[in-house]
């Protein structure tokens, strides 16, 4: 269905004119169109996230997986906007221990983690999805790094477009800034089911949509706009936690997602972005609930091989358990951590390099730091850096 989902004004005059796209406000008119198939999928999907979220109170230790979930997203949609840095690269910056790794690269990665943890926290304590949340979490996003003079926390007071080399040659550019509050404002009252109500995942995949075609902040906006997603499904209960990272769909089909948002303001083909979007709730859902029954396999198997270990398997389990909450690690740490002297922890990672559970990191004899090699692997796994 073709439909039109905005209006096109013009900036300006002369040769220095260009026209801006200011989108209609939500929900789609005409109404969309679901199919039988369409309700089918968005069904399949409703069910995969229940899955997902169910996963949670089987957990024997939820923060442990939320804390390499968060760190995942982060790392997967920073690396849709430019980012090289490795899963190592942010765990090793967040133990200090950070030799050769592309600090500012990291650095956003790590504001990411933060702004998403303040959002949650903010949502647990009952603070509404608002204006002043998106600002907030903007504000923490771009604290420092590259985007740290680019207006964190304020909306946009000049004109941005995406592509090209000006709003003349752009493939499209956002509406002017007299009109970003207006904008910004409709699509709050959405959020809060103004006018209508819709279903959480329906209501995720348009306001992504709007958030991006708005796009109310100087820099950003991509990675606050899939923050977005996770924090309307945790405001509306359809997650408990944030353990959904739907940035490895996009960044896996990039050109399809890039594709689509650009077919929803040009054609109003909202119900093909739909369609994308709730194929990768399924397939990221049924993906997290797999690598989570991995990693709870992978903790149960080296843990039969700590018991051989006899009387040093007792040292040996402390910096085993440890490693699960924080992967990379140096001895320092562990030892102030634990409460363990350097010896134990350094005699028990030696012990556990041996069994292959562990692997040594820096070559060195002192300050030596360690990953639970194989728990690594896991976590990567789909968040190598895009090649340019």
Not at 87 to 99: G, I, T, V
Not at 344 to 373: H, P
Request: hydrophobic share 40%.
């Amino acid at each position: 269905m073709k439909r039109t989902t905005g209006q096109l004004v013009q900036i300006g005059s002369g040769d220095e004119a260009f026209r801006a796209f200011v989108p209609a406000p939500l929900p789609p008119v005409p109404p969309l169109n679901l199919t039988v198939a369409d309700q089918a999928i968005l069904e399949k999907a409703n069910r995969a996230l229940g899955k997902l979220d169910g996963m949670t109170s089987l957990l024997p230790n939820t923060a442990l997986f939320i804390y390499a979930y968060v760190r995942k997203e982060a790392l997967v949609s920073s690396q849709i906007e430019g980012t090289q840095s490795s899963f190592s690269d942010l765990l090793l910056y967040e133990s200090n221990q950070a030799p050769g790794v592309p600090l500012e690269d990291v650095r956003e990665v790590s504001d990411y983690v933060a702004a998403l943890s303040h959002g949650i926290e903010r949502l647990r304590g009952g603070f509404p999805l608002s204006l002043r949340l998106f600002r907030e979490i903007h504000g923490v996003l771009l604290r420092s790094g590259r985007g740290g003079n680019k207006s964190p926390g304020e909306f946009r007071r000049s004109q941005v477009w995406i592509g090209g080399s000006g709003p003349g040659n752009a493939r499209f550019v956002p509406p002017p800034t007299n009109r970003v509050v207006e904008c910004m404002g409709a699509l709050e009252k959405f959020l809060h089911g103004d006018p209508i109500e819709m279903p959480t995942l329906l209501k995720a995949a348009l306001s992504h949509v709007q958030f991006e075609t708005i796009h109310p902040f100087l820099d950003g906006n991509g990675r606050l706009g899939r923050l977005l997603i996770t924090f309307l499904l945790r405001a509306e209960g359809a997650l408990s936690e944030p353990i959904l990272y739907l940035s490895l769909h996009f960044k896996s089909h990039r050109q399809e997602y890039y594709d689509h948002l650009q077919r929803v303001r040009t054609q109003g083909d909202w119900e093909g972005w739909l369609r994308f979007f709730l194929e990768g709730v399924i397939s990221t859902s049924e993906e997290a609930v797999t690598t989570t029954r991995r990693i709870l396999a992978l903790f149960e198997k080296d843990r039969r091989q700590i018991e051989k270990l006899g009387r040093a398997a007792a040292s040996a389990f402390r910096v085993h358990e440890y490693l699960q909450k924080k992967p990379i690690a140096g001895i320092r740490e562990m030892e102030k951590n634990l409460g363990l002297t350097y010896p134990t922890v350094a005699g028990a990672l030696d012990r556990l390099k041996k069994q292959r559970i562990v692997k040594e990191l820096t070559g060195f004899k002192r300050n030596r730091v360690f990953a639970y090699a194989p728990y690594v692997e896991l976590l990567s796994e789909g968040t190598e850096p895009i090649a340019r």
